[in-house]
């Protein structure tokens, strides 16, 4: 198996801009996660999909923020009107399913200027 | 609300000796724990979990105990090697949902 891959690794962006970040889970595994991480904290929990299906999202995902995961398989996180403070590292994970372990992508890491 | 803390930043070891790395956690309802570690400009790497059925988990030299009552975990590193030098997570989830991380602290092993 190949692991979580995200895309892009690296987005510098202007404020006002809007950015989209994909990520492809191990195949197979039916639940997504994603997670913000800025330095010195740990990942911060954001959204997740069983499937096709977003069943919660944090109250950090402001109304900037959308996800989905059309056919549940990749999934694409949008971040519309960027601002500084959207400044982080983007982190997917999967699992096959509730109780299993979650694994990461590599990230992707946004900087708006 | 700060539910996984992790109170030392940072921890220096010497190479062969043995690295203890500590989680506190607030919330009872708990059930699964997890140690992650992670490189600068990667994701962070699965290494050991626990159930809270247990308290006790083992895989090679990595050891994680879990003391329900006092609501501590710690992960032994036993011996540590310089290539265990990386930023330790700890991370909690109630029957498998979301995870919560402490903020981690800085393993840097010395040789």
């Known amino acids: 198996d190949t692991g979580v891959s995200q895309n892009p690794r690296h987005k510098i962006t202007k404020r006002g801009q809007n950015v989209t970040f994909r990520c492809d889970p191990i195949s197979e595994h039916n639940r997504l996660y994603w997670y913000r991480q800025t330095l010195g904290q740990g990942p911060e929990f954001l959204t997740y999909f069983q499937n096709e299906a977003q069943l919660e999202k944090s109250r950090l995902l402001s109304d900037r923020f959308s996800a989905e995961r059309p056919k549940g398989s990749f999934s694409t996180l949008e971040i519309q009107r960027t601002e500084q403070g959207d400044s982080a590292m983007y982190l997917c994970?999967?699992?096959?399913?509730?109780?299993?372990?979650?694994?990461f992508g590599p990230g992707t890491r946004l900087t708006v200027l | 609300d700060q539910q996984v803390k992790q109170n030392s930043p940072s921890l220096s070891v010497q190479e062969g000796r043995i690295s203890i790395l500590n989680c506190d956690y607030t919330?009872?309802?708990?059930?699964?724990f997890l140690w992650y570690k992670k490189y600068p400009a990667e994701g962070p790497t699965f290494l050991i979990s626990?159930?809270?059925?247990?308290d006790k988990n083992e895989d090679g030299r990595f050891t994680v105990f879990l003391n329900k009552s006092a609501k501590h975990l710690s992960l032994h590193i036993v011996p540590s090697q310089p290539g265990d030098s990386a930023v330790y997570f700890c991370?909690?989830?109630?029957?498998?949902?979301?995870?919560?991380f402490g903020a981690g602290t800085i393993l840097r092993v010395k040789s």
């Open positions: 919330n009872s309802m708990f059930d699964y």
């Open positions: 994970a999967s699992s096959l399913a509730r109780t299993d372990t979650q694994y």
């Open positions: 991370a909690a989830s109630v029957y498998g949902n979301k995870l919560v």
């Open positions: 626990i159930s809270s059925i247990k």
